[in-house]
Antibody, heavy 120, light 110 residues
Framework: QLQLQESGPGLVKPSETLSLTCTVS??????????WGWIRQPPGKGLEWIGT???????YYNPSLKSRVTISLDSSNNHFSLKLSSVNAADTAVYYC????????????WGQGTTVTISS | QSALAQPASLSGSPGQSITISCTGT?????????VSWYQQHPGKAPKLMIS???NRPSGVSNRFSGSKSGNTASLTISGLRAEDEADYYC??????????FGGGTKLTVL
């Protein structure tokens, strides 16, 4: 059974770069059938789509975050990563990684989420 | 891109049916049959309930159904149960090849 697990620092200083990794187990990320994405949820607020990467390396980003976001695949380690630069308090959130079905864009497998706090 | 519009909250009694709306534009909800719905219980990751407007993944109760008319998609839950109390989010593919979530609806089972 496919599982996703987010990892990375729980505390990041303002103006620095937030870096998270999503490790995929039970399946390969180099498959034509799926996209791999990041979604976040600020405390007490709704879900926000951050961006998605395809096995080919193609990426798609939320326009409001595009200038600060990089999502990449590491096929040798079967994981994908999120980098968000120049963070501020508004980037404090639970960050989720998810698998997205290529044929439907439904996000059918999610990680448990990791809390990232932006504070000095 | 703007978040899709959902009612902030809804409530219903056990056994009743409720419908959650999700309104977008012709560039997202109205332009593609790629609307999905997610259920999220407090402190948990979201769960896919409906994809491609009407499709239920294996294991999702048939009490959950989806539909779409124009720029508005809907999620209907019939025979409400206490365990349906959760937050619900819609999501759509867009003409820019991005995805956009709705603001979320808090469902209370009275």
């Amino acid at each position: 059974q496919l599982q996703l697990q987010e990892s990375g620092p729980g505390l990041v200083k303002p103006s620095e770069t937030l870096s998270l990794t999503c490790t995929v187990s039970g399946g390969s990320i180099t498959t034509v059938d799926y996209y791999w994405g990041w979604i976040r949820q600020p405390p007490g607020k709704g879900l926000e789509w951050i961006g998605t990467v395809y096995y080919s390396g193609s990426t798609y980003y939320n326009p409001s975050l595009k200038s600060r976001v990089t999502i990449s695949l590491d096929s040798s380690n079967n994981h994908f990563s999120l980098k968000l630069s120049s963070v501020n308090a508004a980037d404090t959130a639970v960050y989720y990684c998810a698998r997205e079905l290529r044929r439907s864009f439904g996000m059918d497998v999610w990680g448990q989420g990791t809390t990232v706090t932006i504070s000095s | 891109q703007s978040a899709l519009a959902q009612p902030a909250s809804l409530s219903g009694s056990p056994g009743q049916s409720i419908t959650i709306s999700c309104t977008g534009t012709s560039s997202d909800v109205g332009g593609y049959d790629y609307v999905s719905w997610y259920q999220q219980h407090p402190g948990k990751a979201p769960k896919l309930m409906i994809s491609e407007v009407t499709n239920r993944p294996s294991g999702v109760s048939n009490r959950f159904s989806g539909s779409k008319s124009g720029n508005t998609a809907s999620l209907t839950i019939s025979g409400l149960r206490a365990e349906d109390e959760a937050d619900y989010y819609c999501n759509s593919y867009t003409s820019s090849s991005t995805r956009v979530f709705g603001g979320g609806t808090k469902l209370t089972v009275l």
